[in-house]
């Protein structure tokens, strides 16, 4: 089983809609969550973070952790095409450690 | 305010000869990270590093793989002797470490992408 199971995708959705990201874990010590972007040929963007469990809100974006399921889930709101771009769960053990992605899952938002 | 720098964005290199793979980590940040990420694969850590020293290198391939962060300049990955399946983009991240923030968050570099013929 792998650390970090996430959907590769891909995703397509239309413009406006409600677009809901997943990963499952198995490892139950990690501690901080977080939510990464990446367009194509770039480096990873940070979304959100969460340490623990429960739920955190930005804008458009909310994240979403339960540790007792070790699932964790990404919302976007009123989707745009903008948002188009793989999206990459990513975990660690602790502050100032290695994190560990998922796969990525590669969204798009027609017009 | 800078972010993440890296270079050179593309690296063609043929078998057997050495890449150096250079990374100029965020204003203020002392903690450098290097990922590797393979075609239709995840991003995979590959060793941390701060200042001078290796924190960890336990993703890092045992053989022709290394890492330095020195006390001035960039870090830099370097491999030696590459082969085909070294082709990847690699990616640096920086972080403040526990002197700044109340987490450690890690920004990433738009990646080397290195090609080998």
């Known amino acids: 089983q792998k650390e970090v199971e996430q959907d590769p995708g891909p995703l397509s959705v239309p413009e406006g809609a409600i677009v809901s990201l997943n990963c499952t874990y198995s490892n139950s010590a990690f501690q901080y969550f977080m939510w990464y972007r990446q367009y194509s040929r770039k480096g990873p963007e940070l979304l959100m973070y969460t340490y623990s469990s429960g739920n955190k809100e930005d804008g458009r974006f909310t994240a979403q952790v339960d540790k007792s399921s070790k699932y964790i889930s990404l919302f976007i709101r009123d989707s745009q095409p903008s948002d188009s771009a793989t999206y990459l769960c990513?975990?660690?053990?602790?502050?100032?450690?290695?994190?560990?992605f998922g796969k990525g899952t590669r969204l798009s938002v027609i017009a | 305010n800078a972010g993440v720098m890296q270079n050179p964005r593309h690296l063609v290199r043929r078998r057997g000869q050495e890449a150096r793979l250079r990374c100029s980590p965020m204003k203020g940040h002392s903690h450098v990270y290097w990922y590797r990420q393979l075609p239709e694969e995840g991003l995979k850590f590959m060793v941390y590093?701060?200042?001078?020293?290796?924190?960890?290198e336990s993703g890092m391939p045992k053989e022709r793989f290394s890492a330095e962060f020195p006390k001035e300049g960039p870090s830099i990955l370097r491999i030696q002797q590459v082969v085909r399946g070294d082709s990847a983009a690699y990616f640096c991240?920086?972080?403040?470490?526990?002197?700044?923030?109340?987490?450690?968050?890690?920004?990433f570099g738009p990646g080397t992408r290195l090609t080998v013929t």
């Open positions: 990513a975990m660690s053990l602790g502050r100032n450690t290695p994190l560990v």
């Open positions: 991240a920086s972080s403040p470490g526990l002197a700044g923030g109340s987490f450690h968050e890690q920004y």
């Open positions: 590093l701060q200042k001078e020293n290796i924190i960890d």
